[in-house]
């Protein structure tokens, strides 16, 4: 059974349809009667709508028209706070914010339609920065346009900053970055009060949107079905935005009684959809003579857009990352999610960690060279390690040893050697050379008591004819998650991978094993698969078995792992996948163009189950925050992306990425039957400093803020000149 | 708008296909059933939509349908031989080429027709070959293995099974 074991790179289980074209996305299917659906949608940031009128040629009669009043249920889309609707009724609170849904077989007339859609709306005084909603120029949320804070605090402050100690501030700022996932969204909605709604398409997390739409519709859980089809990306943009798409075209269909496809175009897409959340963080710290932070003080905060969706969460894992890989016994750390006039930001890889990260690791650099330390021995210096205390009071268990990883990457990367060798040529050279590095962490599975909430549960069935099925509502996108929860099972109970199928998530069908984000779904719902196939090898034993059998597995929260929502203290993680990033970046000091010319990742991720899907998930992962680095920037008016056509917000092609050099270190995680930890969003998290911290090895200019493009890189030299 | 009919051949089939005046190649190969080309921008970016147009690798959303009339086009669809994968489909698949999928079959397209250009190909070659196709999965490194692996290993099945030789 080796050919199928867990450590070994089986071939991806669904990978035969995708080379050959034969993998149905949801754009791709199609059903008897089907129309199309089109969104009409705010052009302004904040107003009062004061009429809608369907004007021009148009044969409107042919028309399915839905408004907000046509919602059967509640007008809300059910996530965290009940503040977003559907479609916009009275207010609008961001540009393109849906106000007026269309659907017509024909879908050339359709986009016509859409044009002659005239919607008048009296503007009120809107705002669009981070700064703009903490001075409350305006409240456009709330009391005080503070969506969520938290305090985390230990230690004493008060004499860390005047007892001779080095003391440097700093602050840091991330701009918003879209995901890009190739295929752009999509839904297809059978409605009708007596089947129900039933939804299809491209999608991370099919429950949160079933959990929607029985509010949307008021019907009961049994008469909503949602299904996954083929997903081609996600990177978090398909995590909660889905949810709107598919009430959209459930409205469409339950109104015409025909099925409905909602395809957004591109830059529908990139203009209507989530971001990652741009993000301003403040530190300062202080640093004793051996090198030792003694206080660290930090203040983040993220734009959370017009509603709140999930930006709590992602603030939340913003700040539990903001300290970094670091002990220090005094520290402070307050954190925003605050509102402004911009579409909601939302999930992207990495969920606020490569914000807070960013800010940290560009700030130990500072630290290590206001100290006269190398950016490595200053870290060093201060790593956690087994035994640790975080700044939450977690202990680290992990059995980490980050200063082996530190050498191991900067040996990989002759990072000591090229740094010399760079600073000399660089001084006769219009090309400068720079090594710059980030050490970070990242904690693995929901936070907090998240996992202990979801209670996920997973189940697999054996069938007479000898096929086991692994049911759980994980999505396949792209991961892998098909290939190795396949492993999982063919290694438990030793049969060969193609008797195993991995069931596609249908809510009629699969159990909540919640949803396919955090990266959490190799360790911990992979984790439940494992424990669930022990219980089907148990029940196999047993004599008069009757086919089909049916197994589950719940999660439980591990005794030794605990978390205060309320105090913010306690494991914040279960466990966390630790990394070192080195880049080696050069710099056209005439063209101020910046270029990664070699990577080296380096990470401890547990039990490595799929070594190509793994190093798949960290090349992709790295190359996505290139490009949120030295690529990527969303241009904002108004608080409307103006560049929402992949001609100019440019990502990486493949002649920008470097070589991108994957190492694994594996000590296994002590509460994963398989060993795993997460490891899909660590990628994005280093990266972004590495790059900035290897830019100002090479040009001499400290830059703080991504993204990084030439015009930037210009202005931050003529800005150090002057 | 009535409806104009195409001739043309597919995947070595001739056929005749109805299309919207306005519409682009792409919306009728997908029309009639030939989803494996994808749509990831539609203002000739990505890349997802490449086909075999007269035997040059174009982006099919850029192609005005009623240009297609007499041409000769292959899509992923006729890349395999049968059951027989291509070369650069085994490739893939087996070297961790494809993640999500989408930019796949474009992808495969690009990788085909820079085999078929220059069997023996540097990776800078590759690297330009391919930059008209976007990935967002795998940051290009397994993508780049996978179009090695071919010349390497089977550099002269792939051009028994090209359909383009
Ligand atoms: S869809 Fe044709 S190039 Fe993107
Ligand atoms: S595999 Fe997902 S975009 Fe390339």
Redesign the pocket.
């Known amino acids: 059974m080796a050919e199928n074991a867990i450590g070994q790179s089986v071939v991806r289980r669904e990978g035969r349809e995708k080379v050959t074209g034969q993998a149905k996305y949801v754009d791709d299917l199609s059903f008897p009667g089907m129309i199309f659906g089109a969104t009409v949608r705010s052009s302004v940031p904040r107003g009062r709508i004061r009429t809608i009128s369907f004007e021009g040629t148009i044969p409107w009669n042919e028309f399915v028209i839905v408004t907000a009043k046509d919602v059967p249920g509640k007008n809300i889309v059910a996530l965290i706070e009940h503040d977003q609707p559907y479609l916009a009724d009275g207010m609008v609170n961001h540009p393109e914010e849906a106000i007026v849904l269309l659907a017509h077989p024909d879908k050339y007339l359709l986009e016509e339609a859409r044009r002659h859609v005239r919607i008048e709306i009296d503007p009120l005084p809107a705002i669009f920065t981070i700064e703009d909603s903490l001075a409350q120029k305006e409240i456009v949320w709330g009391k005080d346009n503070v969506q969520k804070s938290f305090l985390i605090e230990t230690g004493n402050m008060k004499d860390a900053w005047t007892n001779g100690h080095v003391v440097v501030e700093g602050a840091y700022e991330t701009g918003a970055q879209e995901q890009l996932?190739?295929e752009p969204q999509g839904m297809i909605a059978v409605a009708n009060p007596a089947d129900g709604v039933t939804v299809r398409g491209s999608l991370q997390c099919p429950f949160y949107i079933h959990k929607a739409l029985i509010e949307l519709f008021a019907l009961p859980p049994e008469k909503i079905r949602v299904i996954q089809t083929e997903t081609?990306?996600g990177f978090g943009g398909k995590e909660e935005y889905p949810t709107i798409i598919a009430g959209h075209a459930a409205l469409l269909a339950w109104k015409s009684g025909r099925p409905v496809k909602i395809i957004y175009d591109r830059a529908e897409d990139m203009v209507a959809t989530t971001k990652r959340h741009p993000s301003r963080t403040k530190i300062k710290t202080a640093v004793d003579k051996q090198g030792k932070l003694t206080a660290m003080n930090i203040d983040f905060v993220i734009d959370g857009g017009a509603y709140v969706t999930l930006s709590p969460v992602v603030l939340s894992r913003g700040t539990l990352h903001s300290f970094g890989p670091y002990a220090c016994p005094n520290v402070k750390i307050t954190s925003k999610a605050v509102a402004t006039n911009t579409p909601p930001h939302g999930a992207f890889r990495g969920f606020g960690a490569p914000q807070s990260l960013f800010a940290i690791e560009r700030h130990m650099d500072r630290v290590a060279r206001k100290v006269g330390l190398s950016p490595d021995e200053f870290r060093r210096r201060n790593f956690l390690s087994d035994g640790k205390t975080m700044p939450t009071g977690q202990i680290v268990r992990d059995g980490v040893d980050l200063s082996a990883l530190l050498d191991r990457a900067l040996e990989l990367s002759h990072f000591h050697d090229k740094r010399r060798r760079f600073a000399r040529e660089n001084t006769t050279s219009a090309i400068k050379k720079g090594m710059g590095l980030a050490t970070f962490m990242h904690g693995a599975g929901f936070t907090g008591s998240g996992e202990a909430y979801l209670a996920s549960i997973v189940a697999i069935e054996a069938t007479k004819e000898g096929i086991v099925r692994v049911l759980t509502s994980s999505t396949e996108i792209?991961q892998g998650k098909n290939t190795v929860f396949a492993q999982i099972v063919a290694e438990t109970l030793r049969i060969p991978i193609d008797r195993i199928e991995v069931t596609m998530p249908d809510t009629a069908i699969v159990p909540n094993s919640g949803p396919t984000v955090a990266s959490r779904t190799a360790m911990v719902v992979g984790g439940l698969v494992a424990e669930a196939a022990k219980n089907l090898k148990e029940l196999l034993k047993k004599k008069d078995i009757h086919f089909p059998v049916k197994v589950t597995a719940q999660y439980q929260q591990p005794k030794d792992i605990s978390f205060d929502d309320k105090t913010y203290r306690g494991d914040a993680y279960g466990t966390y996948a630790w990394a070192v990033y080195v880049a080696e970046v050069s710099v056209d000091t005439v063209t101020y163009e910046a270029h990664v010319d070699d990577f080296v990742a380096v990470q401890e991720i547990g039990k490595v189950l799929n070594p190509t899907l793994a190093s798949g998930q960290i090349e992709g992962g790295v190359a996505q925050a290139i490009g949120m680095v030295l690529y990527e920037k969303v241009e904002w008016k108004e608080g409307r992306m103006v560049n929402g056509q992949m001609t100019n917000y440019i990502m990486p092609t493949s002649v920008d990425v470097p070589p991108i050099r994957v190492f694994f270190e594996g000590v296994p995680y002590r509460h994963s039957p398989t060993g795993a930890k997460g490891i899909g969003e660590l990628p994005m998290d280093g990266p972004a400093p590495a790059i900035l911290n290897a830019i100002e090895d090479a040009i001499g200019v400290s830059i703080n803020k991504i993204p990084c493009l030439p015009e930037d890189i210009l202005e931050a030299m003529e800005r150090s000149r002057a | 708008m009535p409806k104009q009919i195409i001739t043309c051949t597919i995947n070595g089939q001739s056929q005749r296909l109805d299309a919207h005046p306005m519409s682009r190649l792409l919306d009728v190969l997908r029309e009639h059933g030939l989803t494996g080309t994808k749509e990831g921008c539609g203002e000739g970016e990505c890349g997802a939509c490449s086909i075999f147009f007269n035997g040059r690798v174009v982006n099919s959303c850029l192609v005005p349908a009623l240009q297609a009339e007499g041409a000769t086009m292959t899509t992923i669809e006729g890349i395999a031989n049968g059951e027989q994968l291509h070369a650069v489909q085994e490739a893939f698949l087996k070297y961790g080429g494809?993640?999500?999928?989408?930019?796949?079959p474009g992808?495969i397209m690009a990788a085909v027709a820079l085999l078929k250009e220059k069997p023996n190909p540097t990776e800078a070659d590759i690297r330009e070959g391919l930059a008209g196709n976007?990935?967002?999965?795998?940051g290009y490194m397994k993508i780049f293995e996978s179009v090695m692996r071919v010349f390497k290993g089977k550099g002269t099945d792939l051009e028994e099974t090209c359909p383009h030789k």
């Not at chain 2, 494809?98 to 796949?104: D, F, K, M, N, R």
């Open positions: 996932y190739i081609g990306g792209g | 494809a993640q999500c999928g989408i930019c796949t992808m976007l990935c967002r999965c795998t």
